[in-house]
């Protein structure tokens, strides 16, 4: 089943596979503080792209750099390096 919150063509099932008795214990962990955190950006993004603002920094300007936190987050999921 896809998800918003997985990197593009990754399933949860792609996800549950890296988590081999081989792969590292801190592995699990970091994809699960990745994705709380992705989860909690993506519903700042949705309050923001519902509201309509100017100043030194709009809307647009905000979500796009939310957008692309989001998508760093994902490329972290996808690609684990140690801490």
Known sequence: MYSSYLPAGCTQADIDARF???EPAWVARYITQLARQLERIAAIR?????VRFDGAYDSTDIVGYLDDE??????????????
């Open 46 to 50: 949705a309050e923001l792209a519902a």
């Open 20 to 22: 081999a008795p081989d």
């Open 70 to 83: 989001m998508q760093a987050l994902r490329q972290h999921m996808a690609h684990p390096l140690p801490e």
